[in-house]
């Protein structure tokens, strides 16, 4: 089956520790973009990458870091500069910029 | 700047009722638009999209409504289920190629 994969489901961190969420994509889709929603809210962008090895910073990218080394893979890393990291982030993926996102089923990060 | 909204945060309608969810986008050069559907604690879903040479397209159980005039976009659902329960999101493609959403419009579905 062609998708989306998000892992882990749930994530706990100790506060001041850096974790990395996993995004994988088996439907050769160029970008990938991770996104942060906070309860009630909608999607801000964090990072997006259009194309193996290029990423760009989206509206909320301070306290993120990101790579881009492989077309199927986009881990996001929450370092310790992230001051609110707790929240539900979003991963997804598109032939190219503009078109229709297809999402993972989320990663539910909790900072105690 | 670029910017799409929805009307209400939350709409809740009777079971078997049609639903109307409205967005407001403010790029009159935009060209395409997406819905879609976000369950609790799940990634949204795609439903449906529609071209700007397009004024309404239909699917199983729910139309979209494009008015460029006034650059309006409705989703509605006919004889709205418990299962249609979630957040509604409309998107446009912003000027640097990225997807940009509104805030989400909440569906509840009393029985």
């Known amino acids: 089956d062609g998708g989306i994969t998000q892992s882990p489901k749930y994530l706990f961190r100790k506060e001041g520790q850096n974790v990395t969420l996993s995004c994988e994509q088996n439907?050769?889709?160029?970008?990938m973009y991770w996104y942060r929603q906070d309860p009630g809210q909608g999607l801000r962008l964090i990072y997006y990458?259009?194309?193996?090895?290029?990423?760009q910073k989206g509206d909320i990218a301070e306290g993120y870091s990101v790579s881009r080394e492989k077309k199927e893979s986009f881990p996001l890393t929450v370092t310790s500069a992230q001051k609110n990291p707790t929240a539900f982030y979003l991963c997804?993926?598109?032939?190219?910029?503009?078109?229709?996102?297809?999402f993972g089923p989320g990663t539910r990060l909790t900072v105690l | 700047g670029e910017s799409v909204g929805l009307h209400l945060p939350t709409l809740s309608v009777q079971e078997g009722d049609n639903s109307i969810i409205n967005c407001a986008y403010s790029?009159?050069?935009?060209?395409?638009f997406i819905w879609y559907k976000q369950e609790s604690g799940k990634g949204p879903q795609f439903i449906i999209d529609?071209?700007?040479?397009?004024d309404k397209r239909q699917g199983q159980r729910v139309t979209v409504l494009l008015n460029k005039t006034v650059k309006h976009l409705s989703l509605q659902i006919a004889a709205t289920q418990p299962g249609d329960s979630a957040v509604y999101f409309c998107?446009?493609?912003?000027?640097?190629?990225?997807?940009?959403f509104g805030q989400g419009t909440t569906l509840q579905v009393k029985p």
């Open positions: 997804a993926s598109s032939i190219g910029g503009g078109n229709e996102q297809f």
């Open positions: 439907l050769n889709h160029d970008a």
């Open positions: 990458s259009q194309i193996v090895n290029d990423f």
């Open positions: 790029n009159s050069a935009s060209d395409y």
């Open positions: 529609i071209r700007s040479n397009m």
């Open positions: 998107a446009e493609p912003g000027n640097t190629g990225k997807l940009i």
